[in-house]
């Protein structure tokens, strides 16, 4: 048995709002739409990963969702631009990282991060 795709599931009761958040800021497409369900993804190869963790890390909560991406200063000025609340950052992780954190239009925080 060989594990192909973990998703997460966001529970909401406004699926559209969705779109605004992880397609039009993000870049993400919508792979999925049955109506009670969006799946947004990329076609692109990604790693399988599940994170089980204590805290954030430099002191901040535990985030509900990491999404690595190729240019944080870019992402950052995208969401402040389309007004979504930053709660950390952009910061510089002792661990190679830089990233953010952002509420999602669900109060989902998200870690936002690329390697550096």
Partial sequence: MKVKRIVANVDTRNIAAAKSFYQDVLGLDL?????????????????????????????TPTPNLSIEVDDVDAAFERMNRAGFTIEYGPADEPWGVRRFYVRDPFGQLVNILAHI
């Fill in 31 to 59: 792979l999925m739409d049955h109506g009670w369900i969006g799946t947004y993804g990329s076609d692109e190869q990604m790693g399988i990963q599940i994170s089980f963790a204590q805290h954030g890390g430099s002191n």
